[in-house]
């Protein structure tokens, strides 16, 4: 059963910083790019932060880039996003999202965990 499971969010004051975990299983981890999505109410998702498929590097929204990090750790499961500089903009809910290599298989996507910044 695949799973990915974020935490990690929260209130924090606009300047404060926050890590936000996901820990995967149920698929090959190492074969997937990993990233983060933000979304808010009737908005669609955005990419927030995304490995390339060679995992040597990542992409960034220009909103969050110098601000976030994206990182991984393959031995455990688990992908980072790393959010300094926090805004009220930031204000949104996050998803991990697991980008399957093959074009016939399911991509995954986490419940997300909501990220709110007080002005």
């Known amino acids: 059963q695949v799973q990915l499971v974020e935490s990690g969010g929260g209130l924090v004051h606009t300047g404060g910083s926050l890590r936000l975990s996901c820990v995967a299983s149920?698929?090959?981890?190492?074969?997937?790019?990993m990233g983060w999505y933000g979304q808010i109410p009737e908005k669609e998702r955005e990419l927030v932060a995304m490995?390339?498929?060679?995992?040597?590097?990542?992409n960034y929204a220009a909103s969050v880039k110098g601000r976030f990090t994206i990182s991984k750790n393959n031995a455990e499961n688990t992908v980072y996003l790393d959010m300094n500089a926090l805004k009220p903009e930031d204000t949104a809910t996050y998803y991990c999202y697991a980008d399957n290599p093959s074009p016939w298989g399911l991509d995954y996507w986490g419940k997300g965990t909501l990220v709110t910044v007080s002005s």
């Open positions: 490995f390339t498929r060679s995992g040597s590097r990542a």
């Open positions: 149920g698929f090959t981890f190492s074969e997937f790019a």
